[in-house]
C-alpha cells in the first residue's frame, strides 16, 4: 500500500472526530458511571429491605434503566445549540416554576414535605426548576451586558425616595433591575425552599455567583443578599418551610462536635454517626466491593451518604480521586468558559458546572460530619431518578457548548454580549 504524509497510513478516523465535545468531560463522566453502578449495587439490599421484599435485582435494574436514560438525555443535549436554549430559556422557567408549585397541591408527601408527583414514577420537579434557573438567568444576564455594570438592580428601602419626585426612577430600577434580572432568583427560592432548604440555598448561592461574573456592581449584589437575609431571617422566625426539621438536624451536628466521646454511647448513633464510621472502617484502601457493614445501618446509603459508604468499600484514595473528578469538571466548566465567545454560553456553563460541584461539595461534607444534613445527593451516581436525569441534561448542556466552541459555532446573535475568548482555551 502506497505511504502518504510522511509514511502515516491516511485513516478515515484521522478526519472524522465523532465527539467533538471537551475529551476530558469524555472521560470523566463514564467513571462516574461506573462509580454509581458498583455503588448502587452495593446498596441494593437495604433498598430492598426497606421496601418490604422488593426483589434487589429489580432495583438495580431500575437503577441501570435510569442510566441509560440518562445517558441518552445527555447525548440528546449535546447536540443542542445555544441559539435553541437562549430562545426557550423564558418558556421552560414558567413551566418548571408552576410544576414545582404544583407539587404542594397535587404531590406526594415524603418526610413531612410534599416534594414529588406520582406517575407510577416519582418526579421532583425542584430538580427541573434548578436548572431552568441558571438557564434563564443566562439569558437574563446576557441581555443586561450593556447596562448591568452600572445599573441599580433592587430600589431604595426609604420610604422618602418614593415621593413623586423620584418614584419613576425607583419604579424603573423595579422593573429593569428587580424584576428583570432579580425575579428568577427570588422566584425560584421562594418556590423551593418550602420543601427544600438547602436547594433554596444552593440555587441562591449560584445566581450570586453569576451575577458577579456578569460584571454586576458589587454593592448592588451585597444589598440583595442583605434583603434576602432579612426575609430569610423573618421566614425562620415565623416557622416557615421546614425549619424545624433543618433546626433539629444543626442540633445533632453541632452534638455530634460537641459530645464528649465518652458519652457518646448514651444516644442513639445518628446517620452522621455512621456515615464515620463507614470511613474510618474503609481505611486507606477499603474493606473491599460489596463489603460494607454500615450500608445496612444508614438510613439512605444509595443516595444521602452514598461517598460514606463508597470510601468504606474502596478506601480513602478513591475516596480523594472521587472528589477530585468534581473538581475537574468545575476547572473543564472554566476552560470551556474561556473559550465562549458569547456570554450566554460561558455563564449557562460555569452556573450548571457550579450546580453539580456545590452539590457534590454539599454531599461530601455532610458524609464527613463537616455539614449538617442537607439531603444533598452525590451528582450522577446516588440512586435517583429526577436528579440523575437533571444532572444528565447539564452535563448534556455543557458538552454541547463546548462542542460548539471547538467548532467554532458559538456565535452571538445580534444584539447579545460577545466575549473574546483567550487562543489556549479551545481543545486541540
Not at 443535549?77 to 437562549?86: E, G, I, S, T, W
Not at 423564558?90 to 410534599?114: E, Q
Not at 428583570?180 to 425552599?193: Q, Y
Not at 454531599?363 to 444534613?373: D, Q, R
Request: proline share 4%; hydrophobic share 50%; with cysteine.
Amino acid at each position: 500500500m502506497q505511504q502518504e504524509n510522511g509514511g502515516a497510513v491516511p485513516s478515515i478516523l484521522s478526519k472524522v472526530s465523532l465527539f467533538k465535545g471537551d475529551k476530558v468531560l469524555g472521560v470523566i463522566i463514564p467513571i462516574l458511571v461506573i462509580i454509581s453502578t458498583l455503588v448502587v449495587y452495593s446498596s441494593v439490599a437495604k433498598m430492598g429491605y426497606a421496601h418490604m421484599g422488593t426483589q434487589t435485582n429489580a432495583i438495580f435494574t431500575k437503577h441501570l434503566f435510569v442510566l441509560s436514560l440518562s445517558l441518552l438525555t445527555m447525548l440528546g443535549f449535546y447536540f443542542v445549540p445555544a441559539k435553541f436554549l437562549y430562545k426557550v430559556a423564558p418558556i421552560a422557567y414558567i413551566f418548571c416554576w408552576f410544576f414545582t408549585l404544583g407539587v404542594y397541591f397535587f404531590g406526594a408527601d415524603t418526610n413531612g414535605a410534599a416534594r414529588w408527583y406520582d406517575f407510577g414514577f416519582s418526579v421532583q420537579p425542584s430538580e427541573l426548576l434548578k436548572v431552568a434557573t441558571i438557564l434563564l438567568l443566562a439569558r437574563l444576564l446576557d441581555d443586561a451586558q450593556q447596562t448591568i455594570n452600572k445599573q441599580q438592580l433592587t430600589p431604595s428601602l426609604n420610604p422618602w425616595k418614593w415621593g413623586k419626585k423620584d418614584r419613576r426612577k425607583q419604579l424603573d430600577i423595579l422593573l429593569n433591575g428587580t424584576v428583570k434580572i432579580l425575579l428568577p432568583i427570588v422566584a425560584s427560592v421562594a418556590v423551593i425552599v418550602k420543601a427544600h432548604n438547602s436547594s433554596a440555598l444552593l440555587v441562591f448561592g449560584i445566581g450570586i455567583v453569576m451575577l458577579f461574573i456578569a460584571r454586576a456592581k458589587m454593592r448592588e449584589i451585597l444589598k440583595f443578599i442583605l434583603i434576602v437575609a432579612a426575609a430569610a431571617a423573618l421566614y425562620i422566625g415565623v416557622g416557615g418551610g421546614r425549619v424545624s426539621t433543618a433546626g433539629s438536624r444543626i442540633s445533632n451536628f453541632v452534638a455530634s462536635w460537641t459530645t464528649p466521646a465518652d458519652s457518646t454511647v448514651t444516644r442513639p448513633l445518628t446517620d452522621a454517626d455512621h456515615a464515620m464510621i463507614a470511613i474510618y472502617d474503609g481505611g486507606v484502601f477499603g474493606v473491599g466491593a460489596g463489603q460494607s457493614v454500615m450500608r445496612a445501618k444508614i438510613t439512605h446509603p444509595e443516595s444521602d451518604y452514598i461517598f460514606s459508604f463508597f470510601v468504606e468499600e474502596y478506601g480513602i484514595i478513591m475516596g480523594m480521586i472521587l472528589v477530585i473528578l468534581y473538581a475537574w469538571i468545575f476547572a473543564r466548566a472554566v476552560y470551556i468558559f474561556r473559550g465562549c465567545r458569547w456570554l450566554f454560553g460561558g455563564l449557562l456553563v460555569l452556573g450548571l458546572a457550579l450546580l453539580i460541584v456545590c452539590q457534590a461539595l454539599l454531599h461530601f461534607m455532610v458524609s464527613t460530619n463537616l455539614f449538617f444534613e442537607t439531603g444533598q445527593n452525590l451528582p450522577f451516581i446516588s440512586h435517583g431518578g429526577t436528579s440523575m436525569l437533571c444532572t444528565a441534561a447539564a452535563l448534556g448542556i455543557i458538552l454541547s457548548i463546548s462542542r460548539q466552541v471547538n467548532s467554532r459555532t458559538l456565535t452571538p446573535p445580534e444584539g447579545s454580549a460577545a466575549m473574546t475568548p483567550t487562543e489556549d482555551s479551545f481543545n486541540e
